[in-house]
């Protein structure tokens, strides 16, 4: 059925092209056009955006679904304790669910993560997790967006997660090849997660994986000192200049974090085309320190903006991490215009898509129709300044003020209630399911 967007107080195409008193079609999944007084195909439904803003749907390039148990419970530890103290004790827990036949989990997390999300105007993200089916099905369910991120390791983390490796990359191909759907709600990305827990041949093989069915890559490149330290010290290189020199610093990989990375490393990935994952929250949270995204801006790198997992963040909100990134960005180097609102907004709608290898984060005819609307009508949206509008979008809005969210040209949301599942049975069931995980004193069963 088509879908008509009808009366948009402003439709925002991209950060340069906002657009007043707009309609917008969408017909099979797409944007068919955009302009005003649009004539509607009959048998339309159409949605009353007066009051509204109508924005390209935020994507969430980054983020580890499977801590979505984890919420409020992170210890205040820095990186590798909290890998070693929180992390795999819950990873431990969940492979006995699964090992027992029990994958109802997987499922639960992602609905969860998916509801917050879609909630928030967020209509797609890349999920670098414990891959289990389940979570697929979920999205599917939803109307989600989802890229899949296969974890691909073959040392440093605990010997009882280390599978055989001829079996993982059998594993890895099977995944690929039955879940990367280009066309379709669910794709496959493939995420060694880091370079410390890969060695040179398992990072060279994902490489050849993904040039073969193209796929993109995405790894936590520098996130703490000692990471960058450790890399030199044990393959004479930082792990810019590793991947770099590995033949997979290339428009199709991710690096995600990027704080502790030299001038160099900056002028590499600038170079290579590819692309940076910034996590503001989840790199104070767990006082990683500050990215040098100035520096990187300067240099000409791809910046996105992502919310991490929520054993390091808490929440799934790309608004959060829009300010966020502003803000730390500015502080971090003592510059009032290191990043600006419109950066923000860029990073976290094309940007992000360009991780995602989606066609979306613009409003464009043709593109995706994967966009949110916003009611603009709130107390903390007053007095409302129209000619500062991006501005006003990512230092004031929230994502309570997401009206509507429409996926692949589905209304996933409308009027703040979730159309495709039952949002209250999914959060009960989560409630219960989590009891077997977790007790309330912190330790994982």
Known sequence: MPLIIRNSSYLVSDVDHIHRDYDLLIEKGRIVSVGKDLAAPKGSEVIDASGCAVIPGLINPHTHLYQNFLKGVSPGLPLVPWCNEVLFPTVNALNEQFQGGNNRPAYLWSACAAVEMIKGGITCCLDMAHVNEESFIAWQDIGFRGVAGFTLFNQWIPENLIIDEEVLRAKT????????????????CLTPSTVFICDDKLLIWTGEQAEKYDLGIQ??????????????????MTPVELLDNLGILSPRLSAVHCVHVSGSDIERLANSGGNVV??????????????????????????????????????????EEMRGAVLLARVGSNNAEALSARDAFRMATIEAARVCRIDAGEILPGRLADLAIVELSGAHLRPFHADRLLDMLVFCT????????????????????????????????????????????????
């Open 278 to 319: 910034h996590c503001p929250k989840s790199n104070m949270k767990l006082a990683d320190g500050i990215a040098p995204i100035y520096e990187m801006k300067e240099a000409g790198v791809n910046l996105s903006i992502g919310t991490d997992g929520c054993a390091s963040n808490d929440l799934l909100d790309m608004w």
């Open 398 to 445: 929230r994502a309570g003020d997401v009206r509507d969210t429409i996926i692949n040209g589905e209304i996933v949301m409308r009027d703040r209630e979730i159309k495709t599942i039952n949002e209250t049975e999914i959060l009960q069931e989560a409630e219960k399911i989590e009891s077997l995980l977790y007790d309330r004193r912190g330790n994982f069963s």
């Open 219 to 236: 790894i936590h490149v520098s996130e703490i000192a000692s990471e960058v330290q450790d890399t030199l010290s044990d393959r004479g």
């Open 173 to 188: 191909v099977q995944f690929i090849e039955k879940w990367h759907q280009p066309d379709g709600l669910v794709q496959v």
